[in-house]
Structures are given as structure tokens and as C-alpha cells.
């Protein structure tokens, strides 16, 4: 029986399919029906492949902005979410295999993510600062927007799960990310400041048909974590090694946009960063962490989990982008128009 409906947003608009699960979700929503697949499909999917991820990525855009042609109450349909939490424990089963002789304490997990390699030879940032073409600075970009355009937005579903020191801390940081109160300075207002240095279309989700599965799997696991009461300790485990991470790489990529020309909006926005997640950094190590675990040590594995899989995750997507534009080609599933 069709849904009926009700108001719809203002969301970007719904994609092409990468398979059967993509495209029974994508049926689903266009026409207010339940999805329909195979039996085993899901079991059958290649976690880490387009479908299962577009499928994912589709189903958890409900929780943000949605699309401009579903139904807001979409969001909560439960056949909807029967198949989302299919697709959720897929993909979670894959992450903690990978993972299986990961860390599983903090300190264990962290340690190795606070000192500068002396060999970045598998850096995409390396590679951008010394030797990248703007092309591939353009295609970086619209990759990035994936999540740079709600940054910090996933992370938000935490704050109610803390408390104390922990939750203090969290807000904090989130309200940096979000323009200590100036709407100009908001993170992903930022973002979409750069793309248009970059030539790129800033509107929210026009690069998701560009995107391989490797992106979206980074994006997915925001939404994962951050939607989940009891993967709030792996939640908080991605956001720090988001902050542990982000100013070395952003101090390259500053430095990348600055020789190639990008334009001063785009280098701004990695230079916000270097001195901002320097101090991020301190606070969600000491306060966020660290008040999380003296509250809840059980959630220690949890934490160290989180930041073990944003690693893969983002190793995964760097393996492909050096391994594209090291043969000279694309890294997008579609090549982007000519800068505008």
C-alpha cells in the first residue's frame, strides 16, 4: 500500500542505482512502497561495494535532509528501517573482521595517530602539498563534500549520550565547528566557500552520483555510529581521531591549495583548521575521552574500535584515490564538468 503523503524537503535529488539493493531502496522512495529485493541479497552483497553502500548512504540521508521528492515521514517508515539495519549489521560485521586484532584500548589505538609519519609516501595530503594538479584538488573536494557540507552534523546525536565532562567537552568543539555563533563561519559554510573557489557546485549532495563506494563507506560510518545509543563509545572514538588527525593534514592541504592557485577561500578553509583541531585535539583527548571513560570504562574497546575503523576507512579511500590518479585517471565514477 502507498505511504501517504506529507511534506517533503528541500533535499537534494535522488540518484541513479549501483544494484539491486540501491535500486529497491530507490524505488521505495520514489514511489512510497516498501523496498523490494532477492532473498539473501543483502547476505549475498559485497559489504564494501557500491550498492550496499549507495543503499546505505541513501537510507541514512532520511536523518539529515532527505531528498526533494520522499515523503519526510519516510524517515521513520519501518520497512525502510528493517532493511537499513540489515544493511547496518553487513556492513558492521565487515568492519569489526577487518578489525579483528585492532587495538582495544584508547591509549593502544591513539598512540600511533599522535606522531608525524617520517614516511607520508601513502598521503593523499602529501601528495596534493608536493606534486598535485588542480584537477585532482577539484575532485578531492567534491568527494569531501559528502560530509564537509554537514560537518560535524553526525556527531551532534552524541551530546545527549554524555554526560559531564564528556558532554562539556563535545560541545565545545562542536561549537567551533559550527561558527561560535556567526553563520559565516560555520565549518561547512567554509566548505561550500572553497568549491566555489574551486569552480565546484556547493549545493548539498550534488556529488553523490560521483562518489565510489570507498567515500560513501567513510560517510556511512558517521551515520552508523552516530545513530546508535550503544555505538556512542565508537562515536566518540571516530570524532577524536577525526580531531587527532586533522591539523597535520589540513596544514598540507592549505599548503596544496596555496601552490596551486585554488583561490583564498579554498586555502582558508584548511587553514581554519590547523589551529583550531590542534586545540580540538587537547579537549577531546582529556575531557571528552577521557570523561566518557571515567563515567563508562566499559566503552573503553568501543573507543578504540571507532577510531580503528575511521583509520581503515580512510586508508581504503586514499588506496583508491593515489591508486586512480596514480595511473592518470579519475577517481570519480563521473568526471567532473570543466571548472566553472
Known sequence: MTAPRGSTSSGPDLVRGRGALSDAVLDALRTGRPPVHGAGAVLSADPW??????????????HYRGFGEVDDDREWDPDLLRLRQAL????????RTDLADAPRSAEEAFAPLLVEPVDLAGSVSRLLETEGELWQ?????????????????????????????????????????????????????????????LGLDHTYGRYLDHAPAPLL?????????????????????????????????????????????????????YAEHVEADAVHEQVVRREVIGGLLDEEPQLEPDVAFGCAATVLLEDRLGDHLLEAWGQGRSALRTELAPAS
Open 49 to 62: 561495494g557500491e550498492d550496499l553502500q549507495l543503499a546505505l548512504y541513501l537510507l541514512y540521508e532520511l
Open 88 to 95: 547496518e549489521t553487513r556492513f558492521l560485521h565487515a568492519l
Open 137 to 197: 584538488l577539484r575532485e578531492y573536494a567534491a568527494l569531501r563534500s559528502l560530509y564537509h557540507l554537514k560537518e560535524a552534523d553526525p556527531h551532534v546525536w552524541v551530546v545527549p549520550r554524555l554526560t559531564g565532562r564528556a558532554k562539556a567537552g563535545m560541545v565545545a568543539i562542536e561549537y567551533d565547528e559550527f561558527g561560535a555563533g556567526h553563520a559565516a563561519d560555520i565549518h561547512a559554510r567554509l566548505f561550500a566557500d572553497l568549491m566555489d573557489d
Open 217 to 269: 563507506a567513510t560517510v556511512n560510518l558517521m551515520s552508523l555510529f552516530g545513530l546508535h545509543r550503544a555505538l556512542r563509545g565508537a562515536l566518540v572514538g571516530h570524532f577524536a581521531c577525526v580531531e587527532v588527525t586533522s591539523s597535520p593534514g589540513s596544514r598540507r592541504m592549505a599548503a596544496a591549495m596555496r601552490r596551486c592557485g585554488a583561490g583564498p577561500a579554498a586555502e582558508r578553509f
